[in-house]
């Protein structure tokens, strides 16, 4: 069983609605009494995640863009006012064009290529280098969610996976950073699952029949599964992992033909 977590505080990114991985995680740390700040990507979201945000105790809501670096300020000051120190952050935001998650990689736009990037991989660095000053003496904990599409060709993900695989170094090298100052960063690599995001990359539900048949365990995964793997990470028992990418996917990555 995982430590209480009554004493800490953690920010969530990525809240888009109850689907979210994101959501899965905050439920799973809120469960155990952390207090959260959720964010938001865009107004559009802001009524929704409000109306959720009341099944959690007492969080802050504020909206994050995270290609505004004064809007990751903002959120960061309004933690260090509100909660006066951070224990960790889930990283759960991505974004590519419609369009180039369909058909050949190599029609990617340097535009569509550049905003992946910036959306899915380097906000991690983003925020995480924000999240550093509130995390002092705290031992700390970063949590990403990424998929197997970074080290495979799965169809259609095009730009995602290689952002994916941005986003894995960069775990790695985060963790090599502020391993000395006692804080952890670690990455999901979650099987699929239906969510806003997801329905953007074509033929996705063949990917979800394909785990059904081929995976290990023979089904897919649920986002409880990856909430209560996020807060394994965040809690005191993964003390000794970080820079790792940990599995949920019903053991898929094992599987050769
Ligand atoms: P989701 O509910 O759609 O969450 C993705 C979130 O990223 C949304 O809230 C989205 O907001 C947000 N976002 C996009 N652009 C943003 C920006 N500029 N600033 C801030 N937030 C932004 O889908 P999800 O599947 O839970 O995705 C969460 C993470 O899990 C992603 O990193 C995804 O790649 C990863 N993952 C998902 C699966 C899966 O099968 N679902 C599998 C493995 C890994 P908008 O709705 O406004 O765009």
Redesign the pocket.
Known sequence: MPSKLTDRTGVI?????K??????CAKALDAQGMRLCL????D??GDGVRKLAEELNNPLVLR?????PDEIDSVFVKIGDEFGHLDTVL?????AKREELVGNFYHTTKDGYVLAH???AY?LTAVSRRALPLMEGREGTIV?????GSERVVRNYNV?GIA?AA?EASVRYLANDIGRHGHRVNA???????????S??AG?SK?LDHIEEHSPMRRNIT?EE?GNTCLFLCSDMSRGITGSTIYVDSGYHIMGV
């Not at 990283?91 to 974004?95: C, E, N, P, S």
Request: aromatic fraction near 10%.
């Open positions: 990114f990525g809240v888009a609605n689907r979210s991985l994101a959501w899965s964010t938001y990507a865009t559009r979201l994050c863009d995270v290609t505004d990283h759960g935001v991505a974004f910036e959306v899915s906000s990403t969610l990424t998929y197997i995602m994916k986003l999901i690599s979650a099987g699929p699952i239906r969510t806003l995001s997801a953007g990359v996705f990917i986002g990856v």
